[in-house]
């Protein structure tokens, strides 16, 4: 499986310490995400940004709204780094972004990129002096910035001039259209302001999001072809559970494969009780799906069918997968390189032991009417059969020892 050509984009370094995050270029496609706690809540926040980094975001977002949560950030900051958790942090504002940089110097240091939304740094002769004050601060503590464009709240000054100009065509465009090009018009006329402005283009992302999976990958095809900075995809306000994860998958999958898109974000609405972690799971699993990177071994497993008559295969299955899933921050310290183990967790022997055979370690659980024997292929190769009640421990063990291996 080979991940496609990507389109070569300049590099952005998103930085915390000794913790580099290379963004476009030659990086790999990176996974972000975002809090939902209040920032102003510092301790609630930090184990939030921990658990998200844990499970693979490589930066994490929160929201920075109010003096309180400017000056929060700071303290968030010396937490994370007190436990060992040097993920960068990436300030979310909008409306009031530029004082809150200029009046709270140790926030604006803390983060290690700003997300500035143009649709709302201010509106008519305040516009461009609020935008700098912003672009001043990445400049002077060496920030990376996503100028990140939301359809939702859309430049209406630009929308507007937009509109007129189209009124004017001989040949209007489809309204569609020039909202489209009201987004990638405003991305790109505010990277080419802060770069005016001082910042380095090399220190600037940009996102266009929208929440239509088709309009999200016409929007990104054009931005792509008309610059080179780096791209954040990710379909904004993508929904809840299935739909949010299916429709995230559909319109990233398309735009990764065309080799757009330097990080991505899956913005799941969580369902009571569902943990934050969820949207990084799925972007994980969309890359690596894609072929483009490995974060944790891959549990292949059939769906099961008539021919398995208790759950043990499924239990087996998820609790591999969560077992794995859970060694992962250890393992990548200790292993580097355990992320493209590949392991089969079959239901019976019809395509058990060919499963295997392709897996670094896979076993098939006996089917209904089958000898009550589980082969284990380790290596492509048969190496045991399990049997008994304690299938599952055993297997198990024999993964981990794998891994140390
Ligand atoms: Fe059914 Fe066996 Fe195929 Fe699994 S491997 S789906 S249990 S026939």
């Avoid at 110097?105 to 609020?130: E, F, T």
């Avoid at 392709?358 to 190496?383: C, M, Q, R, T, Y």
Wanted: glycine fraction near 8%.
């Amino acid at each position: 499986m080979s991940a496609p050509a990507a389109r070569r984009s300049r590099q952005a370094r998103v930085v915390w310490g000794d913790r580099v995050v290379t963004v476009g270029g030659d990086a790999p496609v990176r996974i972000q995400s975002m809090t939902n706690t209040d920032t102003v809540d510092a301790i609630e926040t930090a184990i939030q940004i921990r658990e998200l980094a844990q499970a693979g975001s490589e930066m994490v977002r929160i929201t920075v709204n109010t003096p309180e949560a400017a000056a929060a950030v700071p303290y968030i900051r010396e937490q994370l780094d007190r436990m060992g958790e040097n993920v960068p942090l990436v300030g979310d504002f909008h409306y009031n972004g530029h004082r809150l940089l200029t009046e709270f110097p140790d926030c604006a240091q803390a983060l290690s990129k700003y997300r500035i939304n143009p649709g709302n740094v201010g509106k008519g002769d305040k516009r461009d002096k609020q935008f700098g004050q912003m672009i001043e601060a990445a400049a002077r503590y060496d920030k990376a910035v996503r100028i990140g464009v939301n359809w939702g709240s859309l430049d209406q000054e630009l929308l507007a001039s937009l509109m007129d100009e189209n009124n004017r065509r001989a040949q209007p465009w489809d309204p569609r259209q020039v909202m489209y090009e009201a987004l990638i018009t405003s991305a790109i006329d505010s990277a080419r302001l802060a770069e005016s402005m001082g910042l380095s283009g090399n220190q600037i992302i940009l996102s266009c999001k929208v929440s239509g999976v088709q309009d999200l990958i016409s929007v990104y095809r054009e931005l792509s072809r008309r610059c080179d900075y780096a791209l954040h995809l990710g379909l904004t306000e993508a929904g809840m559970a299935t739909k949010g994860t299916v429709a995230s998958t559909a319109a990233l999958a398309v735009l990764l494969q065309e080799g757009i898109g330097d990080t991505i974000r899956v913005s799941l609405t969580p369902q009571p009780g569902e943990a934050r972690t969820q949207e990084v799971v799925v972007a994980g699993e969309i890359l690596q799906s894609l072929g483009m990177r490995m974060f944790v071994p891959s549990v292949t497993a059939c769906p099961g069918c008539g021919r398995t008559t208790s759950t043990t295969f499924q239990e087996l299955a998820k609790r591999i997968d969560d077992h794995l899933r859970a060694q992962m921050p250890v393992w990548r310290l200790r292993y580097p390189g355990v992320e493209a183990m590949r392991v089969a967790v079959m239901g019976c022997i019809v395509n058990g032991p060919g499963e295997s055979k392709h897996a670094d370690i896979g076993i098939s659980l006996p089917g209904n009417g089958e000898a009550p024997a589980a082969p284990v292929f380790i290596d492509g190769e048969k190496a045991m059969t399990l049997r008994g009640d304690n299938i599952a421990e055993e297997f198990h063990a024999i993964v981990d020892q794998y891994v140390q291996r």
